[in-house]
């Protein structure tokens, strides 16, 4: 089974700033099988990114995917306040899905 | 508008039964898997498995085999989640998910179960 560790756990940054999240996997994923989700407290989670760099639909495009392999990025090119949120990632392999334990994207 | 709609919060105590359920509408029903996820309080996503309403093809995570039972009903675009014997740990917000590609697009809004004595 696939681990995905992110980093950092917690993120402190200022709206207006810009933020990378991290997924590392234990083993190679597809580019394909990769996703990103955004998560409010209260809130179920919502598709971010699919494909590893696939923006969902209405999903503004300071959110961006990229990576390959093991290592794969969130970037958020300038925050808004409705960007603090808990992040997830997620990955397919062998019939089995994963998640990542989350970054939490605090504000400074 | 896809909407996945999950039944209502509930409280059971240890060993009772329960079957929560997921309906789908605004989508056709059968071509699309739906999964469960956990998320116990405070912590992050678990994936149970996953169901195809078309022919109730099922997968489970090894953590969730035999734990849980998914079904599904596709004559009412309904899948299903239930356990037999809850335990305390069991504690949750279960939510149900639609799987396009190998990702989920939609969520439930969840339906959180409660086990104490």
């Known amino acids: 089974e696939i681990v995905l560790t992110q980093s950092p756990g917690t993120l402190s940054l200022s709206p207006g700033e810009g933020a990378t999240l991290s997924c590392r996997a234990s083993?190679?994923?597809?580019?394909?099988?990769l996703a990103w989700y955004q998560q409010k407290p209260g809130q179920a989670p919502r598709l971010l990114i699919y494909?590893?760099?696939s923006r969902a639909t209405g999903i503004p495009d300071r959110f961006s995917g990229s990576g390959s392999g093991t290592d794969f990025t969130l970037t958020i090119s300038r925050l808004e306040p409705e960007d603090f949120a808990v992040y997830y990632c997620q990955q397919y392999d062998s019939s089995l899905y994963t998640f990542g334990q989350g970054t939490k994207l605090e504000i400074k | 508008e896809v909407q996945l709609v999950q039944s209502g919060a509930e409280v059971k105590k240890p060993g009772e039964s329960l079957k929560i359920s997921c309906k789908g509408s605004?989508?056709?029903?059968?071509?699309?898997?739906i999964g469960w996820v956990r998320q116990m309080p405070g912590k992050g996503l678990e994936w149970m498995g996953i169901i195809s309403p078309g022919n109730s093809d099922t997968r489970y995570s090894p953590s969730f085999q035999g734990q849980v039972t998914i079904s599904a009903d596709k004559s009412i675009s309904t899948a299903y989640l239930q356990w037999s014997s809850l335990k305390a740990s069991d504690t949750a917000m279960y939510y149900c998910?639609?799987?396009?590609?190998?990702?989920?697009?939609?969520w439930g809004q969840g339906t959180l179960v409660t086990v104490s004595s």
């Open positions: 998910v639609r799987r396009p590609g190998r990702y989920f697009d939609y």
């Open positions: 494909d590893a760099s």
């Open positions: 083993q190679s994923v597809s580019s394909t099988y």
């Open positions: 605004g989508y056709s029903f059968t071509n699309y898997w």
